[in-house]
């Protein structure tokens, strides 16, 4: 039964812990792709946190959602806010199909260089997320908008922020290992 | 009004399409490892080139497929106008972010998803934050840094003078060479 077989075969390859970053990177290049054909628009996400908090504002303090900002990237439902939900179930599938779904607070390096205090992790996580958000909206783009659909249209903006993030990146990383001693 | 512009119009659709591209993107990004915490920090400390292999992998498909359904009239170009004052300044910033999280900003949906309460409680929080912080300031951002430094051109071929095709072809040997490198 040929049928049978190539679905089992289909699910092992779902079920799979990793794929080739080649093959993945692949798949994504091609949602760019589909991106652009089907929805008229470059395949981002950074955008969706501000809109998010574009409607908290709006919920909790109506005049302070009245700023110049949310006049231009107007905070409501739509395509790109999707997608935040959108990646989150996804990689829940992925993880849960082939077994590596875990609850973690610490992660495993973190865990070897500053130990399982879950709140220092956690206070990290929280600024360097504000920090990276706050750098997003600067640049007007992310690792998705800029990097790859940016980079993708050779637009210089994304290639220079792909430079820019990968340098003050790699450099933060090598100070503070360099500091504390990762 | 064509097909595709019936689509792109269809906001409700379009809501659907977004979820979806988001659930494939969380999807690919798991599988390939980069939603692991140790994968990212191993990637700003050089010793682990996934995240580089993904998004190289990602441009190269991604690249002319975009240029070919804009040549065929499928889609239109999505560049975003960048300055040196927004994107320079923006990438340095969340360079920065980016190594104190461990993720951007989708990965870190991605690992919330996979159960990093990092990620979610930390990560995704924080830059739900950092937008709402970024968009306090953005009046005097934009006039004092946002507008400095335009580019001359928006594209690398606008920028040299040469065919999109041209550019395309010796970006594609240059990406396909640093795949081998890495």
């Known amino acids: ?182 | 009004m064509t097909l595709l512009t019936r689509l792109h119009t269809n906001a409700r659709l379009q809501l659907v399409m977004g979820l979806f591209i988001g659930i494939a993107f969380g999807f690919l990004l798991q599988k390939s490892g980069v939603t692991d915490y140790n994968v990212m920090l191993g990637q700003l400390l050089l010793q682990d080139m996934t995240f580089s292999e993904l998004m190289v992998s990602a441009i190269i498909v991604a690249m002319p497929g975009v240029y070919l359904l804009v040549h065929f009239g499928c889609a239109q170009m999505h560049v975003k106008p960048g300055t040196l004052g927004s994107v320079v300044v923006g990438g340095l910033i969340f360079g920065t972010g980016f190594a104190l999280l461990g993720y951007g900003p989708e990965t870190v949906a991605g690992a919330a998803g996979a159960g990093a309460l990092d990620a979610l409680c930390g990560g995704i929080i924080g830059m739900i934050l950092g937008s709402g912080l970024f968009a306090a300031f953005y009046p005097k951002i934009k006039t004092r840094f946002l507008n400095r430094g335009p580019f001359p051109a928006q594209t690398l071929p606008e920028l040299l003078n040469l065919n999109p095709w041209v550019v395309i072809g010796i970006a594609e040997v240059v990406l396909i060479g640093i795949l081998f490198l890495l």
């Not at chain 1, 969706?48 to 110049?68: F, M």
Request: aromatic content about 12%; some cysteine.
């Open chain 1, 1 to 182: 039964m040929p049928l049978k077989q190539e679905s089992f075969v289909m699910l092992d390859i779902l079920a799979q812990q990793t794929w080739s970053p080649y093959a993945a990177g692949a798949g994504i290049g091609i949602l760019v792709c589909i991106s652009f054909l089907l929805s008229d628009r470059p395949l981002g996400i950074s955008t969706a946190y501000a809109k998010v908090s574009g409607l908290l504002e709006k919920a909790i303090t109506p005049k302070r959602a009245e700023n110049e900002f949310y006049r231009e990237t107007v905070p409501r439902v739509d395509w790109i806010l999707m997608i935040l939900p959108g990646v989150i179930i996804g990689a829940f599938l992925s993880a849960t199909l082939s077994g590596q779904f875990h609850l973690v607070w610490v992660p495993g390096l973190w865990d070897t260089a500053f130990g399982t205090n879950a709140v220092l992790s956690f206070l990290t996580a929280l600024i360097g997320g504000i920090i990276l958000a706050f750098g997003a909206r600067w640049a007007n783009g992310c690792t998705t908008g800029h990097g790859i659909s940016g980079t993708s249209q050779l637009s210089l903006s994304g290639i220079l922020f792909t430079a820019c993030f990968f340098l003050s990146g790699i450099a933060t990383t090598f100070v503070l290992s360099r500091f504390i001693g990762v």
